[in-house]
C-alpha cells in the first residue's frame, strides 16, 4: 500500500505560477510510476502528468505541455507538478496519483483544488 498527500493548491491569477507537491508514503520502493490528473465538476478525471520512478521518463498532456513541469525526489519520496503560465482553464482539482507494478494508477491522493482567476 502506498498513501499519498498532495499540497500546494491554492488561488492564483492567470500567468501565474504554483507547485503541487505530493509525498508518498508506504510501499514506496516498489513504485514504478507517479503523476497527475485533474477534475473539474461534471467531466472525467484526465491525465496531466506522470514520471517513472526510476529512470525519470517524462509525460505530459497536450494542454500543460510547455508550461507545467513534473519532476521527483526520489529521496524524500515526493513528486512535484510545477506550474506555469496558468490559465482560468487549469482551475480543478488535481490528484496525485501512483503506479506500483506499469499496469494502471492504483492509488490516489485526496486530492488539492487550484484555481485560476481571469
Known amino acids: 500500500q502506498v498513501q499519498l498527500v498532495e499540497s500546494g493548491g491554492g488561488l492564483v491569477q492567470a500567468g501565474g505560477s504554483l507547485r503541487l507537491s505530493c509525498a508518498a508514503s508506504?510501499?514506496?520502493?516498489?513504485?514504478?510510476?507517479m503523476g497527475w490528473f485533474r477534475q473539474t465538476p461534471g467531466k472525467e478525471r484526465e491525465f496531466v502528468s506522470a514520471?517513472?520512478?526510476?529512470?525519470?521518463?517524462?509525460d505530459y498532456s497536450d494542454s500543460v505541455n510547455g508550461r507545467f513541469t513534473i519532476s521527483r525526489d526520489n529521496a524524500k519520496n515526493t513528486v512535484y507538478l510545477q506550474m506555469n503560465s496558468l490559465k482560468p482553464e487549469d482551475t480543478a482539482v488535481y490528484y496525485c496519483?501512483?503506479?506500483?507494478?506499469?499496469?494502471?494508477?492504483?492509488?490516489w491522493g485526496q486530492g488539492t483544488q487550484v484555481t485560476v482567476s481571469s
Open positions: 496519483a501512483a503506479d506500483l507494478t506499469g499496469r494502471g494508477w492504483d492509488h
Open positions: 508506504g510501499r514506496t520502493f516498489s513504485t514504478y510510476a
Open positions: 514520471i517513472t520512478w526510476n529512470v525519470g521518463i517524462t
